[in-house]
């Protein structure tokens, strides 16, 4: 069962002083991890429900992503440090060493944490949890394996994060 391959996460957190909510996914897909930044697969919808949640174009740059972010003090990062994982598949994922989220709660007014996915809750609840003692609120996942959730329904979902901001 162990035939996935160890991958160590190498992707910055997004975040600054200002941030306000974290938003945690579980562990950067084949794409982003190409690409070295979140949500790099052109299908997941990530962004677009992003962009409408907050009233802004569509980031097409990984400087632009930031920017959006940043702009509305979203944070945004990924629960697991490193793993055994096969391809993107969430339900692949073993041997989980978790983030060290203190990171960006020492440098951060994080007063919301949201994950990508039932995978990041359930990962974040079984490894980040019982050692800050910070709920998190889950939300439906933008990847496109989640094809049960339109874009709209994404957006209806997510738009919760504007009572924190």
Request: glycine share 4%; with cysteine.
């Amino acid at each position: 069962m162990g035939s996935g391959e160890r991958m160590s996460h190498t992707i910055e957190p997004v975040y600054d002083s200002d941030s306000k909510i974290l938003i945690l996914g579980s562990f950067p897909s084949v794409k982003s991890r190409e690409q070295q930044f979140f949500y790099g697969h052109k299908q997941n919808r990530f962004w677009r429900v992003m962009a409408q949640v907050l009233d802004c174009a569509v980031p097409e740059s990984i400087e632009q992503k930031k920017s959006m972010l940043l702009n509305h003090h979203i944070a945004l990062w990924d629960v697991i440090a490193s793993c055994e994982i096969t391809g993107s598949a969430d339900a692949s994922i073993r041997d989980v060493q978790p983030n060290d989220l203190s990171r960006i709660m020492s440098r951060a007014d994080i007063r919301a944490i949201y994950t990508n996915g039932s995978k990041a809750y359930e990962l974040y609840r079984k490894y980040i949890f019982p050692v800050n003692g910070i709920e998190v609120h889950p939300l439906p996942s933008t990847s496109p394996a989640n094809a049960g959730y339109s874009l709209e329904k994404l957006v209806e979902a997510w738009s919760v994060i504007h009572k924190i901001l």
